[in-house]
């Protein structure tokens, strides 16, 4: 069975062909470090890394490029990112991005988002830039004017091929004097002209200035990746004028295609609306990460495909976190389980209940990246397992087969960390004291000793082991 993936170009699911045999050239564009990195920032980029992680787990060697940010991008209102931030935070620009880098990197960690292969810096790519740009001229796709230099747009008879646009204004151009030295609305700035006021310049052959966003995109995924190379991707918002613009750079310059396969992920949106500062709702990971665990938030990520759009709502939150907790409850009563488990036979219900589940992950996931697919597999497999350990006591063998399928598929090819196995591996001696202790509640509870055996709940609670009881007994996990 092949792996298929949806090509925003084509505009429909194609069989993956790599470009080399066994190997996976990819690049994400990364962020703009002028702000600590919000909920969407985590959708994008657990997304992709979902993509690298399971194409790993397939047997492809990736080389996985994502860029960072840090000169360049302008607002809608003209207005330089990193400059505005630097404004607001008084710090140099350069300060700047390297605080919000190294804060970008911590909350992509504590997400389990794998670390590019390499991530290269914008500033470090000024050379390869204006190379580019002379190229660009020289071929006649693009023009000097004032000191900045613009794309002509309308020299490029495939401009529009991605996103099916055209005609309406680019990023960079909506400033009125920016519109009057640009020959057609739609072109796009290569190269900008600093102004007096703007700290981050580089001389070049048109005077002083700094890149445009788009073409650092294009340089630097083909300086590290080759060009063409197998999949670009990016947010679905970035589809127009950035990746087309960043197609057009590339394939105008040199007449070979950029990138074989595009993927774009959908948006977040915070109840039903976008995520805008204006309107209050706008999340920081920061922010995140003091309410909610970060593999819940990853979890959450994952229950809708990559291409759609998601909804953060209380209640979407509140059904990852139980589907995740499900799971993780599994996952501890393997290990709990596992230690005095039997020896013998591997319980062939078992073996076949992973061999089903790990044909079904993989289908759903060769299918376009279809990450809730391969997590409703997870719940089947969760509840079935769950009935055979209420009936029987399954070999160590066959304990040892859905853990180490869990640890794989999970861990690896998603993304998804389990709880530490020195944690289940401990319940050896803790799990015996919390037994012991549950023991002795259970006598205080029939001597209608209530309030020291709600003592000893709520010390295990703050110690982090939850019971629930029900009428057959009482249960404990770590949380
Ligand atoms: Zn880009």
């Known amino acids: 069975m092949a792996l298929v993936i949806y090509n925003s170009l084509s505009r429909q699911k194609e069989v993956f062909t790599p470009i080399q045999p066994g190997r996976v050239h990819m690049y994400v564009c990364g962020p703009t470090v002028y702000h600590d990195a919000h909920l969407g920032h985590a959708k994008t980029y657990i997304n992709f890394d979902t993509v690298v992680r ?52 911590e909350d992509m960690d504590r997400l389990n988002v794998l670390r590019p292969d390499i991530q290269p810096r914008a500033s470090g790519h000024i050379t390869e830039m204006i190379s580019w740009i002379q190229r660009l001229i020289e071929a006649g796709y693009a023009y000097e004017v004032n000191g900045s ?3 002509s747009v309308a020299k490029d008879e495939d401009y529009g091929k991605l996103s099916g646009r055209q005609l309406e204004d680019s990023l960079s151009g909506t400033r009125v004097d920016v519109l009057d030295e640009k020959r057609d609305p739609a072109d796009f700035a290569l190269w900008k002209n600093a102004a007096p006021e703007h700290i981050l310049h580089w001389p070049s052959p048109w005077g002083e200035g700094f890149p445009g966003w788009h073409i650092e995109c294009t340089v630097m995924s083909t300086k590290y990746l080759g060009q063409p190379f197998d999949i670009h991707g990016g947010g679905v918002e970035n589809k ?51 309410r909610w665990d970060p ?53 062939p219900e078992i073996a076949k209940l ?38 029987r006591d399954p070999s160590a063998g066959s304990l040892e087969l859905v853990r180490t399928f869990m640890a794989g598929f999970m861990e690896d090819a998603i993304g998804l960390q389990l709880p530490s196995e020195d944690s ?37 609670t703050a110690l982090g082991i939850e019971l629930r009881d029900s009428p057959d007994g009482t249960t404990w996990k770590y949380v």
């Open 149 to 151: 230099v613009y794309f």
């Open 295 to 347: 593999m819940m938030l990853r979890f959450f990520m994952l229950l809708s495909h990559y291409r759609g759009p998601i909804d953060f709502t209380e209640e979407s939150i509140g059904a990852a976190t139980r589907g995740l907790e499900r799971l993780t409850n599994l996952w501890y009563s393997l290990i709990q389980r596992l230690p005095s488990a039997p020896e013998g036979e591997v319980d």
């Open 240 to 290: 127009f004028p950035h990746h087309e613009s960043e197609i057009s750079q590339a394939e105008s310059a040199s007449g070979v295609p950029f990138a074989n396969y595009w993927m774009h992920n959908g948006m977040l949106f915070i109840r039903g609306e976008e995520m805008h500062k204006s309107l209050g709702n706008f999340i920081t990971l920061k922010q995140a990460f003091e």
């Open 54 to 105: 399971y194409l790993r787990y397939r047997g492809y060697r990736v080389l996985y490029v994502q860029n960072i940010t840090d000169v360049g991008h302008m607002l809608d209102s003209g207005e330089d990112r990193i400059l505005k931030g630097s404004q607001r935070e008084q710090m140099q620009p350069m300060q700047l991005t390297e605080y919000y880098t190294r804060r970008y990197l």
């Open 354 to 391: 992973v061999e089903t589940t790990t044909a079904s992950v993989i289908a759903s996931m060769d299918d376009d990246f279809n990450t809730p697919g391969a997590i409703a597999a997870l719940f089947d497999m969760t509840r079935e397992m769950n009935a055979i350990m209420a009936d």
């Open 424 to 460: 289940g591996a401990g319940a050896d001696k803790a799990g015996a004291l919390v037994e012991l202790l549950l023991e002795t509640r259970r006598e205080l509870r029939s001597a209608k000793q209530w309030a020291l055996a709600d003592e000893i709940r709520d010390k295990l």
